[in-house]
């Protein structure tokens, strides 16, 4: 009996507090209480590992990983799995993650990934926090910036990869000098990304800010991205992808591709690019096909965009094919990718090349429903004339149309 009051009395003064080992009630768990150093030295990957684990095998609503406030952490390579047992978890960053700068560190584990969410639904990234994927040092052995060099690498680590996640959102968070791509989306449905930051160094290589692939149900929205290569880049069996209020340079724009490296049947359609700003970029909007390619990119449009001194701003290059970061000799092929049903709509601002609007289509299999309107693009010099240029490629005009279409009916 008195136990009993006892009992009741540690429960009215709340003497079971969260910090109590109630684990079945806990909903933040923070990567310190998991034994992090937080020095930016000592490596913190076993506890964010089992953070993660306890996060993801808690069932309460909603489970929190929290990785605190002005602290900087060391993590390896590191897989965080699910499924997990809540139907939402989040993981929010306020403080640094940092990768190993050293591509030494990343002997006998996988350099071709840093951080991995795989297999997990209603997953939530945010925070104003930072993933420093330290790249500079794999930029430096890269392949594709030296590609005479002994023992150059190709295999470089990705830093944040959602693979398998389905009703997730990546937001508000910065990526700064990944090693390459900085966000991969690779077999995963309705995932959204927005108000993220993703910066590298105009010069690094391959440094993509977001690629999505393999991937249904995907938004990217209102981003600021500036690195050394596609802002955002779509790839291989994607669908229902919608690019959005995105800041976009320097880099090489917005690209769907490159498809078709393999000889494989590319199946792309349903792609929605709108409200781009692109800065100094090589590139504006570019669907970059192989020769050897085959199936189609269909039902794509590229709207309501402004151009600051672009080099190519609107783009088809079916005659894609880099080899060891510089462009080969294609031999012509009899093969090809589809493409067809792309307008290109309400696309204003400067040109940094003569051609403003390059429509490379196969030889084999040409563009198709190319719908041009409401285009306005200058030289950014004054006084010079900036022209249109077309390859195999079928369509429609209307409104202004300045460079002239050459468009084939
Ligand atoms: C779980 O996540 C989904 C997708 O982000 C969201 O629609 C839903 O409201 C979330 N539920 C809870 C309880 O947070
Ligand atoms: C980052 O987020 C934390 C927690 O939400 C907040 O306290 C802090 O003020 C934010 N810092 C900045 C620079 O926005
Ligand atoms: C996406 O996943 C596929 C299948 O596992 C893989 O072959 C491909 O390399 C991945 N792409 C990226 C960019 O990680
Ligand atoms: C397309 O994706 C969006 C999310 O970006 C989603 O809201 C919409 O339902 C999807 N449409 C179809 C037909 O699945
Ligand atoms: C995308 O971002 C813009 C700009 O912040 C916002 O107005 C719009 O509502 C967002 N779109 C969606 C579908 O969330
Ligand atoms: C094109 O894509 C949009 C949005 O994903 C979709 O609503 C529409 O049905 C598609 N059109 C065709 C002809 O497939
Ligand atoms: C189209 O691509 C072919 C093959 O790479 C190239 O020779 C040609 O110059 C390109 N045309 C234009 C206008 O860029
Ligand atoms: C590309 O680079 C690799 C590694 O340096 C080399 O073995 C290969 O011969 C190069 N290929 C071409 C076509 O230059």
Redesign the pocket.
Known sequence: MKAMVVFALMLIFGVFSADLPFSSAQTIFNVLDYGAKADGKTDDSNAFSAAWKAACSAATQNPTVVVPRSKDFLVYPLTFQGPCKSSNISFQVIGTINAPSSPSAWRGRNSRRWLIFHGVTGLLITGNGTFNGHGSEWWDLSCTDHPNMAGCATVIPMALNIISCKQSTISDIYTIDSAKFHVVVNQSSDILVENVHVTAPESSPNTDGIHVELSQNVLVNNSVIATGDDCVSIGELSS?ITVSYITCGPGHGVSIGSLGKYGNSVKV??I?VKKINFKGTTNGVRIKTWQIGLGYVR?ISFEHITLESVKNPIYIDQYYCDINGTRGNCEPKSTGVHIS?VTYDDIVGTSSSNTAINLNCSQSVACTGIHLSSIKIESDKSGKQVISECTNAHGTNSGVVQPKSCLQS
């Open positions: 229902n359609e349903d929605h039902n049903e």
